[in-house]
């Protein structure tokens, strides 16, 4: 379970700045393609080490020293109730070597994330279990870590940064058949972006794409990542796709979120993916906003990419996804065949009266819409390869059956 997780987000995407301006007035924030940013807040320092949670994406509510080389870091969500999606994201920076303890103090809900550590942000490996002491139920977690000359991040999951997001989308963006453009901005007025692929064919169908409405869910995001590369690679059936299908996504819909190390909400306390129909938040209303400019025949498929405890896909249920061939039947079964290394469920009843992204769209366009649930410590190198699976599955079978 110890296996290094080597995520390398940002390394190869230090040249990309700016997007060649695909629509007017775009241009990719990409002002950092480190993914440590340094923002303001407070820190505990202690003789040994000091630990603060001042870049992006960290969280922690607060923390008091307990002896040089203890320190407990209380955790706290946005606002509440919220789900159990506990995050955080500290960085140990060294005056001394040795072992040191992290006492992290859940105050709403109990320990989830198996802690990841880094020493640069980038390569993350999962704290062996041996230095995780669970306590009281899961409210007191205490991990034991070594430092060394370096600062050391210990993070719920690996840091999945907006620059991050921004950098994947300016590198697709500098393909020639991408356009890129903002949607719509945060409450804090961040940048939401649209990436858009156009068919060659008249009258074409759409696909749409949506991604991190939840922070946490950083093995959604990698999911995306996977699948949405191979969509824009260079195989001759992305090449065929893409003639013949228009594409739509929104890599991450919470940037705010992302930044503050939220556990699940935005700036406005909403959970995202539970304002699909009242549209109450610029995040969501930006996203709708895309929706709405979806030429006729319209979609012909949503894909909504989630993490939870396992890999599961949220569908309608079965025999009744909008499709006469029954599309998400056929796509889980064809992908199943070739990921015997990712197991994975269907349920087609999750949250059918809740204001999701999946029940809005099938609600709106009778079309399969499905949240793709990836776990949160499902292994990464699975995550990346089968995510492609389902990204050649899938189109083969909207060319099979959708053309
Ligand atoms: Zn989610």
Redesign the pocket.
């Given at each position: 379970m110890n296996r290094i997780l080597a995520f390398i987000v940002v390394a190869s995407l230090a040249a990309c700045t700016q997007v060649p301006a695909p629509e007017a007035g775009t241009e990719v924030t990409t002002s950092d393609t480190s993914q440590v940013e340094q923002v303001e807040g407070d820190y505990c320092q202690t003789e040994v080490f000091r630990v603060d949670a001042n870049f992006s994406a960290a969280n922690m509510a607060s923390c008091t020293i307990v002896d040089a080389r203890t320190v407990e870091v209380f955790l706290k969500p946005e606002n509440v109730p919220i789900n159990i999606s506990p995050w955080y994201a500290v960085r140990l920076t060294p005056s001394q070597q040795g072992d040191v303890r992290i006492v992290l103090r859940y105050e709403e809900h109990p320990h989830r994330y198996k802690p990841k550590v880094s020493f640069d942000g980038q390569a993350w490996s999962v704290l062996p279990e041996s230095r995780v002491d669970v306590k009281a139920a899961g409210y007191r977690v205490t991990l034991k870590l070594s430092l060394t000359d370096k600062p050391l991040f210990v993070s719920a999951q690996e840091l999945f940064t907006n620059a991050a997001h921004n950098a994947w989308i300016a590198a697709q963006a500098s393909k020639e058949f991408v356009r890129v453009s903002q949607i719509g901005a945060s409450i804090e007025e961040r940048p939401i972006y649209g990436m858009w692929t156009d068919a060659d064919v008249e009258a074409p169908k759409t696909v749409m794409l949506v991604g991190r409405?939840?922070p946490p869910?950083v093995t959604g995001a990698l999911a995306m990542t996977s699948f949405v590369d191979e969509i824009l690679g260079d195989t001759a059936l992305a090449q065929e796709f893409r003639s013949k299908f228009d594409l739509v996504i929104i890599p991450n819909l919470n940037p705010d979120g992302v930044e503050h190390g939220h556990w699940r909400h935005n700036m406005g306390g909403i959970d995202l993916?539970r304002d699909w129909g009242p549209f109450t938040q610029p995040e969501t209303q930006a996203a709708k906003s895309v929706i709405d400019q979806i030429k006729e025949p319209g979609l012909v498929l949503f894909l909504d990419f989630?993490?939870t405890r396992r890999n599961v896909f949220y569908t309608q249920p079965v025999g009744n996804d909008g499709t006469e061939y029954g599309f998400t039947a056929d796509w889980l079964a064809r992908a199943r065949s070739n990921v015997s290394d990712y197991p994975f469920g269907r349920e087609g009843a999750h949250n059918v009266d809740l204001p999701t992204s999946k029940t809005y769209i099938f609600e709106r366009f009778g079309v399969p819409a499905i949240t793709y649930e990836l776990g949160d410590e499902t292994d990464r190198e699975v995550i990346d390869a089968t995510a492609k699976v389902f990204a050649r599955e899938m189109m083969s079978l909207l060319l099979e059956r959708e053309t």
């Open positions: 409405q939840h869910e993916n989630h993490s």
